[in-house]
T-cell receptor, first 113, second 114 residues
Framework: DSGVTQTPKHLITATGQRVTLRCSPRSGDLSVYWYQQSLDQGLQFLIQYYNGEERAKGNILERFSAQQFPDLHSELNLSSLELGDSALYFC????????????FGSGTRLTVV | AQKITQTQPGMFVQEKEAVTLDCTYDTSDQSYGLFWYKQPSSGEMIFLIY??????QNATEGRYSLNFQKARKSANLVISASQLGDSAMYFCAMRERRDDKIIFGKGTRLHILP
């Protein structure tokens, strides 16, 4: 157990639907990062939150949004889902500083049918 | 321009041999960190090793070592005495001081042959 909890592990939904992915960071970590990994692709950075505030935004579609709550858990909302949104979505957290890597959650595998 | 380049999409290596996975990076920052992650077929991302830009010695973690050549902007991962369980996707990544996020390369899929 990495300490980063992601739920659900698997999600199957239809096109046009909306889903919410949830992430609880490791205890003591203030930053949460969301990444998307499509089939046989590297990890694409979506968005980062730090202590409740949006810190950085990557290639996140307008149909996607996220937030971090006062208890530091984060949710990634994906709406108007398309087949191409099928991917593994990772949440990661880390301690502050450039010499700290991420601790990843186990990911949510989203399948849009 | 890509900041992290992994030129080997796939590699096949005989068990017990050493293997080097290539990674080059591009940054104008003086302070940065370099990472390697392993992603087995189960999908989880496993942190392997870290090298700081000011570290003079190459990082080592068990059978993993990072061959850091700063002038060449190279951060190759060396796995000694490879095992069947090393078969996985390997990602090189970088974090710059000015930017809090980590950027990943496209990965190298390593196959260890019995």
């Amino acid at each position: 157990d990495s300490g980063v909890t992601q739920t659900p592990k698997h999600l199957i939904t239809a096109t046009g639907q909306r889903v919410t992915l949830r992430c609880s960071p490791r205890s003591g970590d203030l930053s949460v990062y969301w990444y998307q990994q499509s089939l046989d692709q590297g990890l694409q950075f979506l968005i980062q939150y730090y202590n409740g505030e949006e810190r950085a935004k990557g290639n996140i579609l307008e149909r996607f949004s996220a937030q971090q709550f006062p208890d530091l858990h984060s949710e990634l909302n994906l709406s108007s889902l398309e087949l191409g949104d099928s991917a593994l979505y990772f949440c990661a957290s880390n301690r502050t500083g450039p010499n700290y890597g991420y601790t990843f959650g186990s990911g949510t595998r989203l399948t849009v049918v | 321009a890509q900041k992290i380049t992994q030129t080997q999409p796939g590699m096949f290596v005989q068990e017990k041999e050493a293997v080097t996975l290539d990674c080059t990076y591009d940054t104008s920052d003086q302070s940065y960190g370099l990472f390697w992650y392993k992603q087995p077929s189960s999908g989880e991302m496993i942190f392997l090793i870290y090298q700081g830009s000011y570290d003079e010695q190459n990082a080592t973690e068990g059978r993993y070592s990072l061959n850091f050549q700063k002038a060449r902007k190279s951060a190759n991962l060396v796995i000694s005495a490879s095992q069947l369980g090393d078969s996985a996707m390997y990602f090189c990544a970088m974090r710059e001081r000015r930017d809090d996020k980590i950027i990943f390369g496209k990965g190298t899929r390593l196959h260890i042959l019995p």
